[in-house]
């Protein structure tokens, strides 16, 4: 489970997160809804202890991110997968490479055998061709990038996932692969994610629940029901934005 | 300029404040080349890539500039020649003022250009796309990864490229001495063992070795630390050149003084 209690961030005078609580159960889908500049990003990253709360704590499995020790934390990282926005590839490696990277355990990682099937397998569950292996990141599109970050985020078999805007910059179609491909992985797979994404169509198809954040605090949590019965002014907002008819979740 | 005087101590305050933190965040950093030496399957192949990229790649441009170096400083000896001196002596000055001070010096500053300003540049850039941070979310260490193979890679090939540039001078500044002057290559060869001393090739090898932790050092924790986009990537770069050329110059000085026991 992923708990965020109380996180407060600020970076200069800017307040980012402002007593944030947030929780994650096991084995759901959490779409953290929110518009550009939010903070989505900032309060995902707290989850991996890649960025350190001002104030609050953030829990995964009963563990305090924040007070553990570097290999504790690093032991922790390695049962989360974290999907990059722009799929943060190694550009001096290739797509195998990049994947292998993911296996985080070392005598998986030494073992040429297996890293050969393990990438494989990545690839074949990231709907990507075995040949992709050979190619660079250059070499890829966006949408190829993506999934490729994807099963980076998968080799170590982690416990969560975590997508940070899984489909931005991709056009409708591609980001309705990257969905569906988000949404098999989680039934596949059967780990936990959080999803941060502004796309609130994508978030209605995937995700179990659904959190808004705006102004450094959720104002809301709920089901997709919840979400369209709301009548919380920030909510109609956002949703109304995005969808003249928000009949299209049914 | 009462409002200013005023501003004055919050200035003064801010910039020890960020020195403070810059030597904070390089102990750090230094700290964790420490413990990343424990993970040496990762580090040990890509020290070889590394120590292949700075030693096989600069090799030509050391070799020219060096050579260059040795030409010009034996055509200023023949320029500032005396008569009065035995001609065994522009064996000695040429030699020595390669081996001291122009191989190992002009060397670094060469790779400080070349191999600092990419350090700072790739890892600025994998700074700013979140690779860094892609490293660190798979549990794995940044300093083994990348700043280990390349700190070390500039430790040992700085001087092996130092010698190579020493000897290209030498000979340059031998040949081309014997266009301006009428020395035989027994003056020359005489005069160059007559003052030598072992621990000058030794020197030349220490501040070398010093060079390879700077012109990698530094670029590596600027880069890490940089900051913005593509703005961040280029104010890195040229950070770490200039920080690096001065440190060079830096320890040039301390180094004469220490071990030269002036």
Redesign the interface.
Known sequence: MIELHGIRKRFGEQVVLDGVDFVVREGETVALLGPSGTGKSVLL?HI?G?IRPDEGRVVVDGQDVGTLR?DD??????Q?G?V???G????SMSVFENIR??L?D?RQY?DADFCRERVAQCLALVNLAPETDRKFPAQLSGGMRKRVGIA?AIA?APKYLLYDEPTSGLDPVNADIIDDLVKRLDNELGVTSVMVTHDVRGAFRVADRLALLMHGRIVLQGSQEEFLASTAPEVKAFLERDFENTSFAA | MANLALQAPHFVGRAVLGSLAQVGRFSALVFELGRGLAEWRIWIPRTMTEAYNIGYGSLFIVLLISGFAGGVTALQAGYQWQSSLPMYVLGTLIVSSIVLELGPVLTALILAGRIGARYAAELGTMRVTEQIDALESLGRSPSSHLIIPRVLSGLVMVPVLTIFANIMACVAGWYLVKQVLPITDADFVYGMQYYWRDFDGWYSLIKAFCFGGAITLIPCYVGFNTKGGAEGVGRATTTAVVSASVLILLLDVLLAKILLNN
């Open positions: 990253k991996i890649l570097r934390l690093a032991r922790l990282r390695r989360i974290y990059f926005q722009n943060a590839l190694f550009d990277l993911g985080t070392p030494n980076r170590g």
